[in-house]
């Protein structure tokens, strides 16, 4: 069910980060059967594939995924807001607006983070995606801290307020600056150092502003201590490559993040979820290993998991493979025992003593 827009942001928040070439509608209904109340993103969809291109394909999703937001790459007003007119047609829950992603391709395009030097730009399209959206959902920004040579003092500042004044909803910022000369995008997730203290500066001198944490966050945990850690607290964390990789995490999200009363998802329930779910992709022209991929790293630590991977891997690229794939894999999987190497599968224990 989607929520009301006047509770969309009450309380703790947590988002799954979007990542291209990773979180597409099946991963996130994967995502949705580990949490209930997570924020989902899509990948990030480029305006001008929005407007001409096969808008199912790019923006299609299963209902179960609300509350789910799709992320925009543009830098021209008036195509972010013909798309968000689009994006909201499909009944989207927040349409955000990427100002973080350093990829050549978004460099090309000038959008992504090279939008940290033009605030004033992004404050234009944040009016222009506010004007058609009407109030109906929030319009959001993700971004850097800065990027190259940038000050993240005044950096950060100068896009906050510059989007705030046209009446951005919240702003989720990855904190760590974009070397957009030097660093390819995967050492960009890693090389530039984490600046949270950067990030909680900028809500203690802007309280009635909802801001987002991202950027290196392990596991619930840590996203935990990083929100609360100062005198005023952000307002929610966003996990991505920790929340892809050791999806088991997300168990847990929904009584830590939203005081949820019910127990986590069992796994038996995900895995026939999903398994019934790849049959139905299967029957509409999909191959297994489209879904099966995200599901790898399920039972990272748990024996059997390396079976459980091999399985995935091997069977599920087979012409013919189904959700059967996904049962079959699940009956390697001890769900009681001592916690195993992911590499060797031998129980950590016995790695201690050699």
């Known amino acids: 069910m989607k929520p009301q827009l006047k509770d969309y942001f009450t309380g703790a928040r947590f988002a799954i980060a979007p990542m291209m070439d990773w979180t597409d509608r099946h991963c996130r209904f994967f995502h949705r059967q580990l949490t209930r109340h997570a924020l ?8 001008d594939a929005v407007i001409h291109g096969p808008r199912e394909r790019l923006l299609g999703y299963d209902e179960v995924e609300h509350p789910i937001a799709v992320q925009l790459g543009g830098s021209d007003p008036q195509k972010l807001a013909d798309a968000a007119r689009v994006c909201i047609d499909f009944g989207y829950d927040e349409i955000n ?18 939008l940290m030097r033009q605030p004033e730009l992004v404050g234009r399209c944040i009016s222009a995606m506010k004007s058609v ?23 950060l500042d100068a896009l906050a307020h510059s989007v705030w004044e046209e009446g951005c909803d919240a702003l989720w910022v990855h904190a760590r600056k974009a070397w957009l000369e030097g660093l390819s995008p995967k050492e960009n997730r890693d090389i530039p150092p984490l600046d949270y203290d950067r990030v909680r500066r900028l809500k203690a ?22 929100v609360s850690q100062s005198e005023y607290s952000l307002d929610g964390c966003m996990l991505g490559r920790a929340a892809y990789q050791d999806p088991a995490i997300l168990r847990d999200v929904d009584q830590q993040f939203y005081a949820a009363k019910k127990d986590p ?69 001890t769900l009681t025992g001592d916690l195993v190497d992911p590499v060797s599968d031998l129980p950590l224990n016995v790695l201690a003593d050699h």
Request: glycine share 12%.
């Open 97 to 114: 607006l990427n100002v973080g992603c350093p990829s050549d391709r978004v460099q090309s395009g000038t959008f992504g983070a090279c």
């Open 265 to 333: 998802a069992s796994f038996d329930a995900v895995i026939e979820a999903m398994a019934e779910y790849t049959d139905r992709h299967v029957i509409q022209g999909g191959r297994a290993n489209h879904v099966t991929r995200h599901l790898v790293g399920l039972f990272n630590g748990l024996p059997g998991a390396r079976r459980w991977r091999q399985t995935l891997s091997v069977e599920a690229v087979k012409p013919d493979a189904g959700g059967e794939v996904v049962r079959r894999a699940f009956e390697a999987i």
């Open 205 to 226: 001198e802007n309280r009635s502003y909802f801001i987002g944490l991202n950027g290196g966050l392990k596991d619930l945990n840590h996203a935990l201590r990083a």
């Open 40 to 47: 989902l993103y899509t990948e990030m969809v480029v305006a």
């Open 133 to 155: 959206v009407g109030g109906q959902v929030p319009v959001t920004v993700k971004c850097r801290i800065g990027v190259d040579e940038q000050d993240p003092g005044p950096a």
